[in-house]
């Protein structure tokens, strides 16, 4: 029977993961460890809480004991435990540099010792910096981070690299656009922007609402987790991304029309934040050469997000948006 854990499996893409690996292969053993911070929720894996092969662990990554007491003998370890919200390390960078990087190193040098099979971690674009041109970063782009989470996940990157070289540990990374679904917490634009306007509250936009972004649903990013689970893939980067680049104006817009509100009375402008890059843009022909296609689209999704939201609107009653 397969082992397969996953870091930050309480949270928003971790717990699309669990949800993928657990139909994918029902016969695994599962843990997820999450420190169930304030962006986790045990409802996102309340279907799977009763399985005799699922276990929950609540501990913090930085605890190098949680990994050697449940990872021996693992096959799959995927990181995806992180703090995440761009605005978040501009006040407390700190704490995006203890989960983020050294959390990450606690991790790797559990993992060597565990002698864990394989390892995928989870990146994101913004490593890459801003672009403002046409040419996309491919996975030979330098880091350019312009914020403290980028340059955490950026610096978390550079040690996964070190132990892939010194160690020869088999691990992957994944840097994706802008991830999409249900059960985000509400601090990312889409989430945020749906449960104010649920509460009669005005959307906010940052400086004028020109930024791009790409929009990856959660469903794919999966996808591209189960195409690089081959040896062959030990050590390598790989980017996925999205067709659907939108503006932050258009996004809000967008759902300021599909739940019933005026654009006009209902958006308010406010201070930019520091450094938000325009854009990212990023090459993505690398995982597509194994198979991989974009199948879920926002365009798609937009009721189903809305609707998850209207209906699940208590759990976040205590959220000051």
């Not at 996808?223 to 980067?237: C, Y």
């Amino acid at each position: 029977m397969q082992k397969i854990c996953i870091t930050g499996g309480a949270g928003f893409i971790g717990s699309h993961l669990v949800d993928f690996y657990c139909d994918n292969y029902p016969d695994a053993e599962m843990i997820v460890i999450d420190k169930m911070t304030y962006a986790a929720n045990r409802g996102n894996l309340a279907i799977h809480l009763d399985k005799s092969n699922f276990r929950l662990i609540e501990s913090d990554i930085c605890d190098p004991e949680t990994y050697l007491s449940h990872i021996n003998d693992c096959d799959l370890l995927i990181h995806t435990a992180a703090e995440s919200h761009v605005d978040n390390s501009f006040h407390n960078s700190a704490q995006f540099t203890l989960s983020n990087t050294y959390g990450t190193h606690i991790l790797l040098e559990s993992a060597h010792k565990a002698g864990v099979k394989k390892i995928i971690h989870l990146s994101t674009d913004e490593i890459y910096g801003e672009n403002t041109c046409d040419r996309p970063h491919d996975e030979e782009s330098h880091y350019k981070p312009s914020n403290p989470y980028a340059a955490s996940k950026a610096s978390a990157e550079m040690l996964t690299k070190s132990y892939v070289e010194s160690f020869g540990m088999p691990i992957t990374v994944i840097r994706a656009n802008n991830i999409f679904g249900v059960r985000q917490f509400p601090e990312k634009i889409i989430p945020r922007t749906i449960s104010r306007l649920l509460n009669n509250l005005p959307a906010l936009i940052y400086g004028d609402g020109s930024n791009l972004r790409s929009y990856l649903s959660a469903y794919d990013l999966c996808e591209a987790f189960k195409l690089v689970h081959d040896e062959k893939f030990n050590g390598q980067v790989f980017n996925v991304g999205s067709k659907s680049e939108y503006s932050n104006i258009q996004i809000i817009s967008k759902l300021c029309e599909l739940m019933g509100k005026d654009p006009e009375a209902s958006i308010q402008f406010v201070t930019d934040r520091p450094f938000n890059d325009s854009r990212y843009l990023i090459n993505y022909e690398k995982i597509m050469k194994l198979g991989w296609s974009q199948e879920v689209f926002i365009e798609d999704q937009w009721e189903t997000v809305i609707e998850w939201y209207a209906q699940n609107a208590d759990r976040y009653r205590h959220v000051e948006l």
